[in-house]
C-alpha cells in the first residue's frame, strides 16, 4: 500500500503545481472554477492515500483516475498527466493482484 500512497501523493504534488501553471499562463484571466478543481482534486488524492489501507480505498483511488483524466478540461496538457498517472496506477493495481 506504500507505493500506491506515494503514487497519489506524487499525482497531488503534480495538480498543485499545474494549478500554478495555469494561473501563470493565463495572466488575470484565470478560470477560478479550473483552479478550484484542480486544488480539490489535489486535496482529495492526499485524503485517499490517507486511506488506502481500509476498506474502499483501492476503489476511491480508481474513482480519483478518472476524475484527474477529466482534468484535460481545464487545461489539455492535463489529459497527458491524467492518463499516464492512471496507466501507473492500473500498474500498480495489475502488481498487487499479482502478489
Known amino acids: 500500500m506504500g507505493i500506491g500512497s506515494a503514487g497519489l501523493i ?6 498543485f503545481l499545474a494549478a500554478s501553471a495555469v494561473a501563470s499562463l493565463r495572466r488575470g484571466n484565470v478560470p477560478v472554477g479550473g483552479l478550484v478543481y484542480l486544488l480539490g482534486l489535489g486535496v482529495l488524492l492526499v485524503l485517499v492515500a490517507a486511506l488506502l489501507r481500509r476498506r474502499g480505498g483501492v476503489t476511491a483511488g480508481t474513482v480519483v483516475q478518472v476524475l484527474v483524466v ?14 499516464i ?6 500498474y500498480w493495481l495489475h502488481l498487487r493482484h499479482a502478489a
Open 70 to 83: 477529466a482534468a484535460g478540461v481545464v487545461t489539455w496538457p492535463m489529459y497527458v498527466v491524467g492518463i
Open 10 to 15: 506524487l499525482e497531488a504534488i503534480v495538480l
Open 85 to 90: 498517472f492512471a496507466a501507473i496506477w492500473a
